[in-house]
């Protein structure tokens, strides 16, 4: 079992940056896939970004690649989500998902969900 609580969210201009971040419990964080999903009011959540266990590899969703970058500090059971040249249109709910695997891939899907933190990009 994996808790994950978001924070760093918050009210950004346009082409501002925010950093978020992901604490995960347990001890076998290192264990785990790490990403980030968002969602907005009436919309589906979407894939946002995905780490690999050991950091070494890292998947984007075409809407945020060169803007966003992922990172994770096994040391501290941490997932960063670093967010550059903010559009309004990345105003969302975004989630933080762990998901225990094998292999060092990453992956869209997860078993684990923090309860969110809310970036709000103004114009």
């Known amino acids: 079992q994996v808790q994950l609580v978001e924070s760093g969210g918050g009210l950004v201009p346009a082409w501002g940056s925010l ?3 992901c604490s995960a419990s347990g001890r076998t964080f290192s264990n785990h896939a790490m990403g980030w999903f968002r969602q907005s009011p009436g919309k589906e959540r979407e894939f946002v970004a995905a ?4 950091g070494g590899s890292t998947d984007y969703a075409d ?3 060169g803007r966003f970058t992922i990172s ?7 997932v960063y989500l670093r967010m550059n040249s903010l559009k309004p249109e990345d ?9 225990a695997v094998r292999l060092q891939t990453t992956t869209r899907d997860y ?3 923090g309860q969110g933190t809310q970036v709000t990009v103004s114009s």
């Not at 994770?72 to 941490?78: E, L």
């Not at 969302?92 to 998902?97: F, H, K, L, S, T």
Request: proline share 0%; aromatic share 14%.
């Open 111 to 113: 078993d684990y969900w």
């Open 91 to 99: 105003t969302a709910v975004y989630y933080c998902g762990a998901r």
């Open 19 to 21: 950093r978020l971040s």
């Open 51 to 54: 780490i690999n266990r050991s």
């Open 72 to 78: 994770r500090d096994n040391a501290k059971n941490m």
């Open 63 to 65: 809407s945020v690649k």
